[in-house]
């Protein structure tokens, strides 16, 4: 196909203003998948995907609508994957900008939006959910124009649900959206701008090829991991797979690498050709690092294997995920996993517990800090328990967080923001009634309920969205956790030391509530290094004996002891105290119960 | 060396109480000879192994008391002679003529299933005696000159207070019996009585620890000895030297074999121990045909019996050899609840011994959990 008859769009769009709906109807009339096969959300293929109604892995299909070749690029929709957008944004010429035409613009709608616009490409506004009784398509134009500096007229009104207005949107996209540009003799050059992983074929890349073109079983690399493959297959997905012969300059496709390790062929990466490589590899590349990271363990040790086996599996699909295996004295065999953030977080824990039938025990999530010890020595902390307990300097991650709200919230959103250290940067009205609001905070005080409590404080009224902003020094400190003595490393944790004494205190009351009583006094600690700041102590019982025992009943209450014991041993032994795996996570849910 | 210990099992009952869970068979008075027959049959089957001088005969139930007078007289009748002989009784069963049988039947020692004075509780218990019976029951067992009479208590009943517990604890002691039995109510989850006090349950269970503290501090401050977990008997002294604790049960926490004959009976013999299964018709049946009854038997391997040893012996107040349950021992876990205070390691002339403390009997099964290797 000639690149003037190519169009490469994304849809963006806050969650839940209707992208996938939008996409469905646009494969529909195009003809793309015949209606008996027609299910909604074509495109969100995980079970997890349908039903969350989110996207969590972009992919591209090819339509045919008036002579034109329209790839549309689907695209994550939430924070935590802002380089998988960023990515596919790239690969394309233009955007639709999506909004609810009965909630407005949201605070994904704005990130989405000026990623968009970094990369210059064409957007086009789009009102949906017209045909909703409270939709105000006209409120939602005139704030989308003004984002955009474009004529409210320019904005289209649609229902993607009923299909009203779709067709004009699909003539936006060939009248509005330039052709790509890119040459087509030059050494071949393609963007990788996301990968899949198929059991039988290995790695699947799928490209927006910039310059040149690509053929089956060329030679290729990759310009910034170095990966060498053959391509053993080109394709365009239609939806589904179809190959074709080669992929020329402005097409988007999919190449399958035969590559069996996902984290060979990064997202943002370019493939170049062995036969005639391109000199300089497309801008943009990053290696995505974990920011968010937590302890996975099996509550049945004997589990152990099939999470390391899990984790592999997902692995494949999911080059952001890492894990190290990880021992605790009190949880056991398991692993220190790092996530994007927190959704990530999320969808990887429910895809081991759904999709492996695993049961797990996730400690509290922590972020990434950097610590200078006193030697100097920079180390990056992924753990509370090997945070050095001296150092010269601890920096913590930052995030820029961007709030819309009424403006009647404004209060409640600094006052949040002031308690989770956040510093104010700018607030700017979007309309009469509704508010931007940005402020700067520390990562960690975002990551166990920061999202919750800003639903909660707004009566679900706020959006909210961040981007990362680099490390700066913060006033942190690590808090351990002591029974019998003893340090449980699974429960130690790195605060601000302002929140140190308050936090330590609801710990040490909540192991003390939890654990049982045993033989002896048991004094349970939070210490900063070895000066105690929380204390509790569980009471010795003062009765445990079986009632009665005679001739009848020997077998019984032998048989009761022995069970005892085998109990004891199963429990975990932490100074010299057994401790029932539900203590650890009572005390590990204290966090869940904050976050939702 | 034969078996010097003898259980026989009279399951009748006039009434099933509620939080009980032993092998009972209510009313079936046209019962009661056939199965006396039967017991004597078993007790020719399996005599054998007795020794030629028994210790201990046990009378337990049921209601031994309740069974048909002519047919409890006929199988007093029929055990060999021993040296201590007791029967369980209720209260409300005890009548001049009953305890003129038991006289003559041999028998030197009475378990009185008193369970509590308040007649409030005896009816959550769901007992026929009423306060008074218990008393009238002791009275006339003195009459018939019994100088050896145990009560049983019951603590932990729904809707007692530890107030409840001290007067029932004075009224007992009033009567001045040679042996008191102590027991926590157990109720039984799934049983009628547990679904129907539930919550008063739970709150019992809180204030069991301080009830048994209650008990044990009361009945060792008048003079009684705290010989096993839920036993207490008048010290030596006050009774011209006799040591009144109960034979025969000490027999079980020492660790001897015994025999036991009755439906449900169990016995330990030479390393093995076997249940008669309960269901009173197919007991008879087998024993008119002269068969067995139908059991069930577990083996009992060194290391087992020495745990059962470990698991009896600390029940008692008196040091256990170590020589007797050195495989079962976690020598570790002892050394760690001696430097808690809840367990001494001692010598006697024999070897090293181990004891609980005081402390450590009020933790017996924790420490005894413990304890096990």
């Known amino acids: 196909m000639e690149q003037a008859r190519i169009r490469n769009f994304a849809i963006i769009a806050h969650i839940d203003h209707g992208k996938s709906t939008l996409a469905d109807r646009i494969l529909e009339l195009t003809h793309a998948v015949p209606e008996r096969e027609m299910r909604e959300q074509v495109l969100d293929s995980m079970e997890l995907e349908r039903e969350r109604g989110i996207t969590i892995k972009a992919q591209a299909v090819q339509v045919r609508w008036r002579g034109h070749q329209l790839n549309l690029i689907d695209t994550p929709g939430h924070v935590d994957f802002t380089y998988e957008v960023s990515r596919s944004l790239q690969a394309c010429e233009g955007a639709l900008l999506l909004v609810d035409a009965a909630q407005g613009i949201e605070a994904q709608t704005l990130a989405n939006a000026y990623l968009a616009l970094d990369d210059e490409l064409e957007v086009v506004p789009v009102a949906n959910k017209i045909d909703l009784p409270q939709a105000d398509p006209d409120a939602a134009a005139a704030e989308l124009a003004e984002l955009l500096g474009e004529e409210p007229e320019r904005v289209l009104r649609i229902s993607a649900k009923t299909g009203e207005g779709v067709e004009a949107v699909l003539d936006a996209i060939v009248e509005r959206i330039p052709p790509p540009g890119g040459d087509p003799e030059a050494p071949g050059r393609a963007l990788v701008f996301d990968t899949s992983y198929d059991q039988y074929r290995g790695v699947v890349a799928f490209v927006r090829v910039v310059d040149g073109s690509f053929e089956t079983r060329e030679p290729l690399r990759t310009m910034a991991t170095g990966t060498s493959f053959e391509a053993e297959e080109l394709g365009v997905l239609s939806p589904a797979r179809r190959p074709v012969a080669s992929l020329c300059a402005g097409e988007v496709g999919y190449v399958i690498t035969g590559l069996k390790d996902v984290s060979r062929l990064r997202v943002g990466d370019t493939l170049t050709s062995r036969r005639r490589p391109a000199a300089e590899p497309l801008p943009g590349y990053q290696d995505v690092k974990p920011m968010v990271f937590a302890g996975i363990f099996p509550t049945d040790s004997d589990d152990y294997p099939a999470l390391r086996d899990a984790l592999e599996k997902l692995k494949l699909n999911d080059a952001s995920l890492s894990y190290d295996p990880e021992t605790s004295q009190a949880l056991g065999f398991g692993f220190r996993c790092g996530f994007l953030g927190l959704l990530h977080m999320e969808i990887v824990r429910e895809r081991l517990e759904r999709e492996f039938d695993l049961d797990l025990l996730i400690t509290a999530p922590t972020v990434a800090y950097r610590a200078t010890t006193r030697s100097g020595e920079v180390v990056e902390v992924h753990n509370p328990a090997e945070m050095p307990r001296e150092f010269e300097l601890v920096e913590e991650p930052y995030i820029k967080a961007s709030v819309i709200v009424p403006k009647d919230y404004v209060g409640a959103v600094m006052e949040l923001a002031n308690e989770r250290r956040g510093s104010f940067d700018h607030l700017e009205y979007l309309s009469e009634d509704r508010v931007l609001l940005s402020y700067e905070l520390p990562l960690g005080e975002i990551v166990l309920d920061f999202y919750d409590q800003l639903k909660s404080r707004t009566r679900g009224y706020a959006s909210f969205d961040y981007d990362l902003a680099g490390f700066r020094p913060g006033d942190v400190t690590r808090v351990d956790i002591l029974v019998g003595g003893e340090q449980v490393d699974a429960l130690s944790l790195i605060i601000h030391r302002d929140a140190a004494y308050e936090r330590g205190r609801q710990l040490v009351e909540r192991l003390r509530e939890e654990i049982p009583r045993q033989l002896f006094d048991v004094p349970v600690q939070a210490a900063i290094g070895s000066r105690v700041i929380a204390r509790e102590t569980i009471k010795a019982k003062r009765k445990d004996v079986l009632a009665k025992c005679y001739g009848g009943d020997i077998t019984r209450k032998r048989k009761l002891l022995e069970k005892q014991k085998k109990g004891k041993k199963r429990m975990k032994q932490v100074g010299g105290v057994e401790v029932p795996q539900e203590a650890f996570l009572a005390v590990l849910n204290l966090d869940s119960e904050r976050r939702r | ?373």
């Open chain 2, 1 to 373: 060396m034969g078996v010097r210990h003898l259980y026989v099992h009279l399951p009748f009952c006039a009434h099933r109480c509620g939080y009980c869970d032993f092998v009972t068979v209510v009313g079936r008075r046209e019962q009661h000879g056939a199965y006396v027959d039967a017991l004597l049959v078993e007790l020719a089957i399996e005599g054998g192994v007795l020794a030629e001088r028994v210790e201990t005969i046990f009378l337990g139930g049921g209601t031994p008391t309740f069974t048909d007078g002519s047919e409890l007289a006929r199988l007093l009748d029929a055990l060999p002679e021993t040296h201590e002989l007791t029967v369980e009784a209720n209260p409300e069963t005890v009548t001049p003529e009953l305890t003129r049988l038991l006289r003559a039947g041999g028998v030197n020692r009475v378990s009185l299933g008193a369970q509590s004075f308040r007649p409030n509780l005896l009816a959550v218990l769901e007992r026929r005696a009423r306060p008074d019976d218990v008393r009238r029951a002791v009275y006339l067992l003195r009459d018939a000159e019994f100088d050896n009479i145990s009560l049983d208590l019951l603590y932990g009943i729904p809707g007692q207070s530890a107030a409840d517990l001290e007067r029932d604890l004075a009224d007992a002691l009033a009567l001045e019996p040679e042996h008191l039995s102590c027991y926590e109510l157990e109720a039984k989850p799934g049983t009628r009585f547990t679904h129907a006090h539930g919550d008063e349950l739970v709150r019992q269970a809180d204030a069991m620890e301080g009830y048994f503290e209650q008990v044990v501090d009361t009945l060792t401050a008048v003079g009684y000895r705290w010989y096993e977990t839920a036993n207490f008997c008048l010290v030596r002294g006050r009774v011209d030297g006799r040591d009144l604790r109960a034979r025969h049960n000490l027999a079980y926490w020492w660790g001897r074999d015994y025999l036991g004959i009755g439906v449900g009976a169990v016995s330990t013999l030479a390393g093995a121990r076997r249940r008669n299964l309960p269901g009173l018709a197919r007991y008879v049946t087998a024993l008119q045909a002269g068969h067995e009854p139908p059991r069930e038997t577990e083996s009992l391997d060194e290391a087992t019996k020495e745990r059962e040893r470990l698991l009896l012996g600390l029940r008692l107040d008196e040091p256990l050899p170590v020589a007797e349950v050195a495989g079962a021992l976690d020598r570790r876990a002892a050394e760690r609840l001696v430097a808690g205070g809840l367990v001494e390691l001692s010598e006697n002339g024999s070897g090293p011994t181990v004891s609980l403390t005081r402390r450590g009997r009020f933790l017996g099964g924790g420490v005894t959990a413990e304890l096990l290797a």
